[in-house]
């Protein structure tokens, strides 16, 4: 078993820390916000008062922050009391200059941090599922790959460019975003016309998009070549249409496909496959 810090202890980590604590780790935590500690504490944790104090005697480290600043605030703050070539792995969800910046900065004073972030909700961090992904030099991928993997469904390492895995986060999110948002405007259609979420749902029952979406780069790349299977002056009209059906209700990812649409059509894709709208 190990000692293991856990810097962060909102929703994610809480839950990160639990999973750790029930496989046997000494789990050391620490928060702004203290009050949040003693859940954890009542399961066992130590509570620090400083992040210097948490990460004192830990074999590894892990931070769940909100973002940038707060990483490297942290980061400040524990350097004291970290030993040396302890990794500092980092969960948050940053932006990838800053990553690779403070990976060069960290690295270069002897601190071994890791951008590893997560595809998980703390239910996923509670029960060891969801996604790890790091990216960076593979020694790293080599020495905590059975840690994280026990703290994880999947472990996904995708190289040595230090930014990769914070640029994956980031495109996952949005791409996790956007879904929700069309989902979004799927069930305003149903509402403005009588119909209910179950009814509108099962129409992906049958139609079932996702099945396709390893040849989307691919139609994006070449919709100007070639003769279109859908052409964007009919694609445009048929969002129009959802549009103008869709009433009064809310739209969410819709109005942005349409501008973008005509964008193309006023630059002359108007003849071009729909998906050109997604290569300016």
């Known amino acids: 078993m190990a000692t293991i810090a856990v810097l962060g202890t909102g929703l994610l980590g809480a839950a990160f820390a639990e999973n750790l604590l029930s496989k046997g780790h000494t789990v050391r935590v620490w928060n702004r916000t203290r009050a949040k500690l003693a859940p954890l504490t009542d399961m066992g944790a130590i509570a620090a008062d400083s992040p210097a104090e948490c990460v004192r005697g830990a074999e590894r480290v892990h931070m769940v922050l909100s973002e940038d600043n707060a990483v490297d605030a942290v980061v400040k703050q524990l350097r004291p009391g970290l030993g040396d070539g302890v990794p500092l792995i980092d969960f948050s969800t940053n932006h990838p200059t800053k990553v690779r910046e403070r990976f060069d900065r960290l690295r270069a004073e002897g601190i071994r941090y890791v951008s590893s972030p997560v595809f998980m909700a703390p239910k996923h961090a509670r029960e060891a599922s969801g996604l790890i992904v790091m990216s960076g030099p593979q020694e790293d991928d080599e020495a905590l790959r059975p840690a994280l993997e026990e703290m994880t469904g ?65 139609r994006i790349a070449t919709a100007r070549q070639g003769v279109p299977s859908f052409e964007m002056t009919m694609a445009h009209k048929d969002a129009r249409l959802t549009k103008e059906a869709s009433g009064d209700e809310p739209l969410f ?8 649409m005509q964008r193309g059509i006023d630059n002359g894709d108007g003849g071009a496959d729909f998906a050109a709208f997604a290569n300016p």
Do not use: Q
């Open 154 to 218: 999947k472990f996904w390492y995708i190289g040595d460019r230090v930014d990769l895995a914070a640029i994956y986060k980031l495109a996952g999110n949005a791409f996790f975003f956007a879904v929700t948002g069309a989902i979004g405007d799927t069930l305003s259609l149903g509402r403005a016309n009588g119909v209910d979420t179950a009814t509108m749902m099962e129409l992906f029952t049958e139609f079932k998009p996702g099945s396709g979406l390893h040849m989307v780069e691919d």
């Open 253 to 260: 990812v819709l109005p942005a496909v349409l501008d973008a």
